[in-house]
């Protein structure tokens, strides 16, 4: 017997109606990379991880597939040569197109509704009214912002409390958009950290992400050998991007796996 699709246009496998199959293949990534570093097995590498990015395009999860498209470029920089890179992302490429070509239903999440959702032939032709993701983040975006730049100095600096941004989007004067701004969280790490955490936990935040950039940097311009740090690194400079949409880094979930990468990098830090 089959598992039961939630939606028609995305997989969730063993995950049920939880539709994270696609997040939890990018934010265990590592754990690939790390075997294969002390196994030095390409074969299994190059097996594995194109099914993990298979999977996560036909999950549905486009944050997660972008997710994992830059982990992968970053760890193949470090292990591979550039035309044995090139090569790859061709097959992977053909790849992607033969499931487009043969199930319409991820086609028309994958592609369609991101073109559409992006809308980018009309961001191009007027540029000032940009529209980044969709009308849909855009708001709650917006909304996390307002609830930030309309708030007293103490919210400012402190934030309106962890996990409050639901209670506080239905508040006419922190949504401009009609229809309205709510959900759960405003699906991006730096929009609900500025307006749940405020100024502080915002300075917190690019701290420790400005430290994992530059390790990643200096990582990549290096000729030393490519430890499990420096693919601790590059995981958590990726999961935590900011411009990417984002679920709610004080759910269950995601702290969960933010917190156990971190233990694994502290680990891995301490023991050189």
């Keep these: 017997m089959g598992q039961v699709q939630i939606k028609p246009h995305r997989v969730s496998g063993l995950f049920g109606d939880e539709l994270i199959l696609g997040s939890f293949l990018s934010k265990y ?95 191009l032709k007027n540029i000032k009214s940009f529209n980044f993701i969709s009308k849909t983040h855009n708001s709650h975006f917006q909304s996390a912002y307002l609830m930030y730049s309309k708030g007293s100095f103490k919210d400012q ?5 962890v996990k409050s941004f639901r209670t506080n989007c239905s508040k006419p004067q922190f949504c401009d958009t009609p229809g309205g701004c709510c959900a759960t ?8 950290i500025i307006s749940e955490l405020g ?17 990643v940097f200096k990582s990549l311009l290096s000729n030393s050998i490519f430890t499990p740090k420096n693919a601790l690194e590059i995981t958590l400079l990726v ?24 233990s694994y990098y502290i680990a891995a830090s301490d023991n050189g």
Excluded: C
């Excluded at 969280?185 to 609900?192: D, G, K």
């Excluded at 100024?199 to 530059?214: D, K, S, T």
């Design 29 to 123: 990534f590592f754990f690939l990379i790390i075997i294969f570093l002390y196994k030095k097995n390409k074969i299994v590498l190059i097996s594995f991880g194109t099914l993990m990015i298979l999977l996560t395009f036909v999950s549905g999860e486009r944050a997660a597939f972008i997710s994992l498209i830059l982990l992968t470029i970053l760890y193949l920089f470090r292990i591979f040569q550039i035309k044995k890179i090139l090569l790859y992302f061709l097959i992977l490429i053909f790849s992607f197109t033969v499931i487009v070509k043969l199930d319409p239903v991820v086609k028309e999440r994958m592609i369609l509704n991101t073109i559409s959702n992006l809308k980018i032939i009309d961001n």
């Design 157 to 161: 600096l402190l934030g309106r409390g």
């Design 199 to 215: 100024l502080i936990g915002l300075f917190f935040y690019f701290y420790f992400y400005l430290h994992i950039f530059v390790a």
């Design 239 to 262: 999961i935590l991007f900011p411009l990417i949409t984002y679920g709610n880094i004080f759910g269950t979930f995601l702290s969960f796996n933010f917190y156990l990468i971190l």
């Design 185 to 192: 969280h405003p699906h991006n790490i730096f929009f609900q």
